[in-house]
């Protein structure tokens, strides 16, 4: 393994000019376990059924490249490798797994295994894994958990779906505000299930109600006597159980948080979430707002035909039905189109630009309000700004498209009618591009989903009918 990252180091500048690409993927690779020569030793150790080589291989990787090890398979070397690897496979890989991935990868390794696996898990990686399993799968596995386990697991499937109470770690660390510095390090000492990674130490009063937050970096340079209520930061950030996660995610990002307390409605803490849980968040969110965008839904490269042929077919629909909406606009001219061949030539152009110039805005529109940077008193100076821009785009292309017209037809009324035609079209794509988002967003449509195709039917039709429009009255 160490063989394989090793990087030469050039002895000349004229080799190190010709070996510097090389060396950069090698550098890179040498900063992930699963290298593909990994992954070739992994399939051909599978092959020759040689179970030595293959824990030898996948065990000292990191659960994540594991995991990425196993998507990289087919079902067939995937199931040899689950029955190789038996209880040498870290539970941890299972997280990283995607929803298809895991379902298959829990019916190879079986309840029994998978309960006795999860309490070595943190509450949240445990409830990451169950919250995507069928209600009878589920229930077999809480079925066999120790009655601790189960009932923290239970009270986290509870609460909604994405939500802080879903992807809260339930292993904390709280003292009293009375204690010094020496008794909270000594406590921590002497606990056997502190969580894995913790950043925080949450100060709480009888009654376990949050008033305070001391980081752990404090603790460790302070003096021993030091009592916690010298160090606790005494308004800490509380996020309620309910509050969805990408709420949460943009209270970290704003306010630059490592770790927060979750409470309940009496302000009780009942877990706590760490960056490395809004780390997956972010990840999550932009990942459905890019899928929605392109009207593909939550599909992968490993998703079934059928099931991809189901998530784009409805979406292919609906922009088969804008498509004919703006072929009726076009209809409408047909004799104009007749008596004067060059404005067939044109229209694509003015649509194209118009629908190019409006998802841009809606692109800007759909970021700003997934990020909360929109409030009633921006909105206005928003659209005023695109509008703006818009504006000054379609002076721009109106005398550059109007000109390159000119020239190519050597008709100026045809440069005249593309110039008004784009200026108002790329007016108006500013203006919908800014509106469209946000009336789905007041209405309550995630406007990452169905922008684009409203945008697009506005721009075309607007487009098609100014364009037409005019040169139905101008120029025939």
Not at 234 to 252: R, S
Not at 405 to 422: C, D, K, R, T, Y
Not at 426 to 444: D, F, H, K, N, Q
Request: hydrophobic letters at 50%; aromatic letters at 6%.
């Amino acid at each position: 393994m160490a063989e394989e990252n090793n990087i030469p180091t050039p002895t000349t500048h004229k080799d190190e000019s010709k070996k510097q690409p090389r060396e950069d993927g090698a550098l890179l690779a040498s900063l992930y376990g699963m290298t593909p020569k990994v992954e070739v030793a992994v399939i051909n150790a599978i092959a020759d059924g040689k179970t030595e080589r293959v824990q030898a291989l996948v065990a000292p990787l990191h659960p994540a490249d594991q995991a990425d090890l196993l998507e990289r398979l087919n079902k067939v070397q995937r199931f040899r490798l689950y029955r190789m690897l038996g209880s040498s496979l870290d539970t941890e890989t299972l997280t990283f797994l995607h929803e298809d991935m895991l379902d298959e990868a829990l019916s190879i390794i079986g309840t029994e295994e998978v309960a006795r696996a999860l309490p070595e898990l943190d509450s949240d990686d445990a409830v990451d894994i169950l919250e995507e399993l069928e209600q009878e799968e589920l229930d077999n596995i809480l079925a066999a958990l120790p009655v601790a386990e189960r009932i923290f697991v239970e009270e986290s499937l509870s609460f909604p779906e994405d939500s802080a109470g879903r992807m809260m770690q339930r292993e904390v660390v709280v003292a009293p505000s009375h204690w010094t510095v020496g008794q909270v390090i000594d406590f921590m000492r002497n606990q056997s299930d502190l969580p894995d990674d913790f950043y925080s130490i949450f100060i709480i009063d009888p009654a376990r109600r949050v008033i305070g937050q001391v980081m752990l970096s404090q603790v460790l340079i302070s003096q021993r006597p030091k009592r916690l209520s010298e160090l606790m930061e005494n308004t800490p950030h509380q996020i309620p159980v309910t509050m969805d996660q990408e709420e949460v995610a943009l209270l970290f990002v704003r306010y630059g948080l490592l770790s927060t307390a979750v409470v309940d409605d009496q302000g009780r803490i009942v877990g706590m979430i760490t960056v490395d849980d809004i780390v997956d968040v972010i990840e999550e969110e932009a990942e459905e707002d890019i899928m929605a965008l392109g009207q593909v839904s939550d599909m992968n490269i490993r998703s079934s035909l059928l099931d991809t042929l189901k998530a784009r077919f409805s979406w292919l629909m609906i922009n088969l039905g804008t498509a004919v909406i703006a072929s009726v606009v076009i209809g409408m001219f047909d004799e104009t189109i007749e008596k004067l061949v060059a404005l067939a030539v044109l229209m694509p152009i003015v649509a194209s630009m118009g629908g190019n110039a409006g998802t841009q805005t809606v692109t800007v529109a759909v970021r700003a309000i997934a990020m909360r940077q929109l409030s009633p008193q921006t909105v206005r100076g928003f659209v005023a700004r695109e509008v703006s821009v818009g504006l000054l785009n379609g002076v721009i292309f109106a005398v550059t498209c109007g000109a390159v017209s000119w020239l190519w037809f050597g008709n100026p009324e045809i440069a005249l009618v593309m110039a008004a035609a784009m200026l108002f079209n790329l007016v108006v794509a500013g203006l919908s591009g800014a509106m469209i988002p946000l009336t789905l967003e007041r209405i309550g449509v995630d406007p990452a989903v169905a922008s684009s195709v409203f945008i697009t039917t506005v721009t075309d039709v607007i487009g098609f009918l100014s364009f037409l429009g005019l040169a139905a009255l101008f120029l025939v």
